[in-house]
């Protein structure tokens, strides 16, 4: 008797790759966003130097 290997093969995360007002963005999800991404904006002030 041998012991029966069975490997499996799954997506586990989606990296993908955005432009926001010219600036390149890169994210991890957890599922496939599609052709199009939602994006929520914040605005923080800059940190003084």
């Known amino acids: 008797m041998a ?3 069975r490997e ?3 997506t586990i995360a989606f990296d993908v790759d955005y432009v926001y007002r ?5 994210t991890r999800m957890g599922r496939d966003p ?3 991404l939602r994006i929520r904006i914040s605005i923080a002030p800059a940190p003084m130097e």
């Open 3 to 5: 012991p029966v290997i």
């Open 34 to 36: 599609g052709n199009r």
């Open 8 to 10: 499996f093969q799954r």
């Open 22 to 26: 010219g600036s390149k963005f890169r």
